[in-house]
C-alpha cells in the first residue's frame, strides 16, 4: 500500500512571497519509507526516459538525484555557484526576484547525445531548472526529463520549462 506522501511535507504560509505557501521536504527526508517511495517513483520515471545521466541543481537537487542516480548506476552531475566548481566549467543565469543569479557545471559533465534526467525537490519560479536545462543542451546533452518532489503551481515554474517533460510527485 503506498503512503500518503502529502503527510510528509511541513508548510510555511506565505513564504517566500504574501500568499504563497512554501512546502518542505525535510519530514520526507526524516522517514526513510516515504523518502524511499518519492525516490522510486523517480527511479521509475528515469527508467522509462531511459537516461544515462542526472543533474541536479545545488543542495536540494543533490538530495532527490543522488540516490536515484545510485538507484539506477549512472552518474550525477550537480548544479551549482560560481566558485564551488573547480575546473573549467559552463553557466546559464536565471532571474530571481531580487536580481539575477548563475548555475555552473563542469565543462566535461555532460557528454553529447546523452539522455539526461533534471532533478530536484522543489519546482517553484522554475528559474534555477531553466538554466540547468541550458547548460545540460549547451554541452549537447538531451534532456528526457525533469522530476520534482513538489510543485508549487501558483508560481508557475511549468511555464520556464513547458517545452520538457515533467514528473511533480506532490503539487499544491
Known sequence: ??????????????????????RDISPLMENGEAYREATDKIVRYARDKKVDLIVGPEARGFIVGCPVAYDLGIG???????????GKVVGASYGLEYGKSSLYIHADAVKPGQRVLITDDLLATGGTIKATIEMVEKLGGIVVGTAFIIEI?????????KDYDLLSLLQY
Open 1 to 22: 500500500m503506498a503512503l500518503d506522501l502529502y503527510k510528509y511535507v511541513a508548510s510555511y504560509d506565505n513564504f517566500p512571497e504574501k500568499g504563497v505557501t512554501f
Open 76 to 86: 550525477f552531475v550537480p548544479a551549482r555557484k560560481k566558485g564551488k566548481l573547480p
Open 153 to 161: 503551481s501558483e508560481l508557475k515554474g511549468r511555464d520556464k520549462i
